[in-house]
C-alpha cells in the first residue's frame, strides 16, 4: 500500500523557474492538501481540495497553483520560483471532508530556490 | 484568523523524565489532532479528540482535551530516546475546512 506519494524527494530551482510537485494517493481519498513546513513555523496549509475539480486557498496561497482533475492526483505548481519559497512541501490526503479526519503525510519535497 | 498556539517551542530531558506540551486555540474547537514528526520524516497521526473533557492513553503518552474545547496537552511519562521528534497539534478553522496546525513542540532527550 503505497499511500501518499511525493515526487520528487529533492530539487534545486533557479529564481523565477517553474515547476510542479507531484502528488499521488491511492487510497481513494476525497481531501487532499498541501503544506510547507519552515523552522519555527510548524506547517501552513498552501492550497486544499475537497474532491476532483474543487480546490480552494489555505493560508499561504500566493506563487503556487493547485488543480484536481482526478482523485488521485494533486500536484502543485510554483509559477515563477522566489528564494522565500525555499522549503520543505507536505501532501496530505484524508478520507471525507478532511479537516475532521487524521492527515496521512508522504514523505516531503526539500526544495532549494537559488 | 484561527490561531494554534503551542508552548514550550523546544524542550530538552534527560531520558526518564516526563514531558508535556500545551496547545491553546483562539477558538473553540470541534475536535483536536495530534501528530508527530521524526527528525528528517513526515508527520504522522497519533490520535484524535472530540469530546470536552476526553482523556485517551497511547501507552506512556497521555492526551486532554480542555473542558472549554479550546486548550490540549499531550504528556509523556518516563521519556526514551524513541520519543525524540517535534509533536503538532492541529485543529479545524471554523466554518472552513482547513486543518490549522501549531508551531510544533521539538522534543530532545539525553540518554
Known amino acids: 500500500n503505497a499511500g501518499v506519494t511525493q515526487t520528487p524527494k529533492f530539487q534545486v530551482l533557479k529564481t523565477g523557474q517553474s515547476m510542479t510537485l507531484q502528488c499521488a494517493q491511492d487510497?481513494?481519498?476525497?481531501?487532499m492538501s498541501w503544506y510547507r513546513q519552515d523552522p519555527g513555523m510548524g506547517l501552513r496549509l498552501i492550497h486544499y481540495?475537497?474532491?476532483?475539480?474543487?480546490?480552494d486557498q489555505g493560508e499561504v496561497p500566493n506563487g503556487y497553483n493547485v488543480s484536481r482533475s482526478t482523485t488521485e492526483d494533486f500536484p502543485l505548481r510554483l509559477l515563477s520560483a522566489a528564494p522565500s519559497q525555499t522549503s520543505v512541501y507536505f501532501c496530505a490526503s484524508s478520507p471525507g471532508t478532511g479537516s475532521n479526519q487524521p492527515q496521512h503525510f508522504g514523505d516531503g519535497t526539500r526544495l532549494s530556490i537559488l | 484568523g484561527q490561531q494554534v498556539m503551542q508552548i514550550p517551542q523546544y524542550q530538552h530531558v534527560q531520558e526518564g523524565e516526563d514531558f508535556t506540551t500545551y496547545c491553546n486555540s483562539s477558538?473553540?474547537?470541534?475536535?483536536i489532532q495530534w501528530y508527530k514528526q521524526r527528525p528528517g520524516g513526515h508527520p504522522v497521526f497519533l490520535i484524535q479528540l472530540v469530546k470536552s473533557g476526553e482523556v485517551k492513553k497511547q501507552k506512556r503518552l497521555t492526551f486532554q482535551f480542555g473542558e472549554a474545547k479550546k486548550n490540549s496537552s499531550l504528556h509523556i511519562t518516563a521519556t526514551q530516546t524513541t520519543d525524540v521528534g517535534t509533536y503538532f497539534c492541529a485543529g479545524p478553522q471554523q466554518g472552513a475546512q482547513k486543518l490549522v496546525f501549531g508551531q510544533g513542540t521539538r522534543l530532545t532527550i539525553n540518554p
Open positions: 477558538t473553540t474547537l470541534s475536535n
Open positions: 487510497m481513494n481519498h476525497e481531501y
Open positions: 481540495s475537497v474532491g476532483a475539480g474543487i480546490t
